[in-house]
């Protein structure tokens, strides 16, 4: 499991970045939980993730932050990246970022992807 922890901070909100090899939902949920087991991103606003499985295809969940694993996912097809979840998680500032929060979502899976270093899971 990789983790980039308090990358990305806006207007109180804070950003990071975790993933690891899944091949299924099943396997998602337990990096989940595995990633929850630190208190920190267990008590995260949301936790969104999308996994390109070769064998079930497409899987994703937004965790409350609508359209965010969506980002996630086109980046994952993009990249061919698959066997892989990527979860990013942000802690909520308090106040709205609009579509500075797709963005956000993008910078931190580009730098996850870019900290991973390329590697076939």
């Given at each position: 499991m990789l983790?980039?922890?308090?990358?990305?901070?806006d207007r109180?909100?804070?950003?990071?970045?975790?993933?690891g090899?899944c091949?299924s939902?099943?396997e998602a949920?337990a990096?989940?939980?595995q990633?929850k087991?630190r208190?920190?991103?267990a008590?995260?606003t949301?936790?969104?993730w999308a996994c390109?499985s070769?064998e079930?295809?497409p899987?994703?969940h937004?965790d409350?932050?609508a359209g965010a694993?969506?980002?996630?996912?086109?980046?994952?097809?993009?990249?061919e990246?698959q066997?892989?979840?990527?979860?990013?998680?942000?802690w909520?500032?308090?106040?709205?970022?609009?579509g500075?929060?797709f963005r956000?979502?993008?910078?931190?899976v580009?730098?996850?992807?870019?900290a991973?270093?390329g590697?076939?899971?």
């Open positions: 983790v980039l922890e308090n990358f990305l901070s109180g909100s804070r950003y990071a970045a975790a993933g090899p091949r939902e099943v949920k990096f989940l939980k990633l087991r208190k920190k991103f008590k995260a949301h936790n969104s390109l070769r079930h295809g899987l994703w937004d409350g932050e694993a969506a980002v996630i996912l086109r980046m994952l097809e993009r990249e990246v066997d892989e979840i990527v979860v990013v998680t942000r909520f500032g308090g106040k709205h970022l609009g500075d929060r956000h979502v993008q910078t931190v580009r730098a996850y992807l870019d991973r270093g590697k076939a899971c």
